[in-house]
């Protein structure tokens, strides 16, 4: 995919969304850090379903230190792997408190040495509560990546990479929303809703499912 058609389909969801969010409700960077632990193999609905129980009466790592592992599972227990995500929330906030006077670190090494924290988790906390031009490849972006031709690759890793260096730095920090969500709503794993798509006719895939709308008209200059 070429440079022009890349810088048009971020003007076109930008157009769309000019200022995406995660859908995880949060309220400080730390319960950010906790929804998107939790947000692992669950949808973004049930999670905050549990933190809006949850982070009413533990919402910082003192807190949740307090309420304890076996506290904290009678919160989560809807969701999938809820054992092993009780265990890492409580150890990471434990190492909050003793190595970072209970605040989340900005320093990418630093979100992946805590426990439960892997590179996904730590993007999306670096994007969504510090503001940096990262961008985490989940299996929505990763569809939509490769898909369109936007970038392909074999690995989230290389699909990261590729996006990170042919993405305007313009539309950076905010390229991980646009196209999670276009993943989540429009270009769905089984059957793309190719006739409701604003990047339809840009997109390089050979098996629309359907023909594309006309383009959006640009702006007036």
Not at 7 to 13: D, K, P, S, T, Y
Not at 54 to 67: D, G, I, Q, S, W
Not at 150 to 175: H, I, M, N, Y
Request: overall charge positive.
């Amino acid at each position: 995919m070429n440079a022009a058609r890349r810088r048009a389909i971020f003007e076109r969801l930008r157009a769309t969304n000019p200022h995406p969010t995660t859908e995880l409700r949060y309220r400080t960077p730390y319960e950010l850090l906790v929804a998107v632990i939790l947000s692992a193999q669950a949808t973004d609905k049930s999670v905050n379903q549990a933190t809006e129980r949850l982070f009413r009466v533990a919402n910082t790592p003192e807190k949740m230190v307090a309420l304890g592992e076996e506290g904290l599972k009678r919160y989560i227990n809807r969701i999938g792997l809820y054992n092993n995500k009780a265990r890492h929330i409580i150890a990471m906030s434990k190492i909050l408190l003793e190595k970072y006077g209970g605040r989340v670190p900005e320093r990418r090494a630093d979100l992946e040495a805590l426990p439960g924290v892997g590179r996904k988790t730590a993007n999306v906390v670096l994007n969504t509560a510090f503001g940096q031009p990262t961008i985490a490849v989940d299996t929505h972006i990763f569809r939509v990546a490769n898909r369109t031709g936007l970038a392909r690759g074999k690995t989230p890793l290389s699909v990261e990479k590729q996006l990170l260096r042919v993405v305007p730095a313009e539309f950076r920090k905010d390229a991980h929303h646009w196209l999670i969500l276009h993943g989540r709503y429009v270009c769905t794993a089984r059957r793309p809703k190719c006739g409701q798509c604003i990047i339809c006719d840009l997109c390089e895939s050979e098996a629309k499912t359907a023909p594309c709308p006309p383009p959006p008209e640009a702006p007036a200059a």
